[in-house]
């Protein structure tokens, strides 16, 4: 049985750092994300908050890197 620990605290990520958490490319991401881009909403400067950041790991899982 292979257990996780459980994630890393979540803070707010700018667009580069969660692609690079998921190991993709910016257009891939940004198609990944563009039919939840209302359910998401509009960001705020260059990060995500933490609330928009916990939907977008619902939506596409949490990255292997936070754990």
């Known amino acids: 049985m292979n257990i996780k620990p459980p994630p890393k605290p979540i803070r707010p990520y700018s667009k580069k ?7 993709i490319s910016e257009k891939t991401f940004n198609t990944w994300l563009e039919p ?8 705020l400067g260059w990060y995500y908050n933490v609330k928009q950041v916990n939907i977008i790991f ?8 936070l754990y």
Do not use: A, N, S, W
């Open 36 to 43: 939840h881009k209302e359910k998401i909403g509009q960001r």
């Open 17 to 23: 750092e969660l692609r690079k958490m998921y190991g």
């Open 58 to 65: 619902d939506l596409l899982g949490v990255p292997d890197e």
